[in-house]
């Protein structure tokens, strides 16, 4: 099986070799396209306003001046000489939980790969922000993370739909299990926003990264995280919310 691994950390991550971990027990046919420097919160975004630039750090290795979006197009287009069987995005520094999944550069490197249909699974690592810096620990990744692809490798999925894993923030052996759950969503209370000045005097805005509050309604993957267990989320491209197509003709009808 012809295998693309990408993500939204960039191409030195170290989520990026423990996906490289992971697949590399399914197959030694590994690509790897991911952007040049960390792309987090990039969401589905394309670069246009810019070249894009293509480098090779070795053998299938190959680096993005760009989005996660960028580099699955890149690598499909470009860069392989066949189509993958699979797409691999992550492991992701971090969570991509209920509707945080729609900035996720992680999450939507593998929307890409499923728009060209290509079966296509994105990985997160939750963790505990306070403290950690770039101390992330992927235990729970990367003994899970293989029992989780082993089931996911070959089963039926429909066309324009991927999946979302996420880890949950304990070592590996305190994990309980996997759960197949559905996109939770936030109380949309999002994190600060810290005001400061640069050198010269000009006043700059960084989005902090506060604790986001939420409901965990049953069935969600943010309660099977807080429950311990790995969660599982298929996902689709289509967003139309059908139920209210027929109110809104209705409203337009002649």
């Not at 894993?165 to 969503?185: C, L």
């Not at 807080?226 to 337009?252: C, K, M, N, W």
Request: glycine letters at 10%; proline letters at 5%; aromatic letters at 8%.
């Amino acid at each position: 099986m012809r295998i693309l691994l990408t993500n939204d950390d960039g191409i030195h991550a170290p989520g990026l070799k423990v996906l490289e971990e992971i697949a590399r027990q399914f197959s030694d046919d590994i690509w790897i396209c991911a952007p040049s420097e960390e792309q987090s919160g990039a969401g589905h975004s394309l670069t246009l306003n810019r070249p894009v630039r293509l480098h090779q750090h070795g053998e299938r290795r190959f680096a993005i001046s760009g989005t996660p979006t960028d580099s699955v197009m890149m690598a499909l287009r470009t860069v392989m000489p066949d189509a993958p069987e699979l797409i691999l995005s992550g492991v992701n520094r971090g969570a991509n939980l209920a509707d945080d999944i729609t900035y996720s550069g992680t999450v939507s490197a593998a929307i890409e790969g499923a728009l060209a249909g290509v079966r296509s699974i994105a990985f997160s690592q939750v963790y505990a922000r306070e403290g950690m810096g770039d101390d992330v620990p992927f235990g729970a990744a990367l003994e899970w993370g293989p029992k989780v692809l082993e089931k996911l490798i070959d089963a039926p999925m429909a066309e324009r739909t991927l999946i979302n894993v996420n880890f949950p923030a304990i070592a590996a052996d305190a994990v309980k299990g996997i759960r197949v759950v559905r996109q939770g969503f936030h109380d949309y209370k999002r994190g600060t926003i810290v005001e400061g000045r640069d050198p010269r005097g000009y006043r700059y805005f960084w989005f902090g990264l506060d604790q986001i509050e939420h409901t965990l309604d049953h069935g969600t993957d943010l309660e099977a995280i807080e429950d311990g267990y790995v969660a599982v989320t298929p996902l689709q491209l289509d967003l139309t919310h059908y139920s209210t197509i027929g109110i809104f003709a209705d409203r337009f009808a002649d």
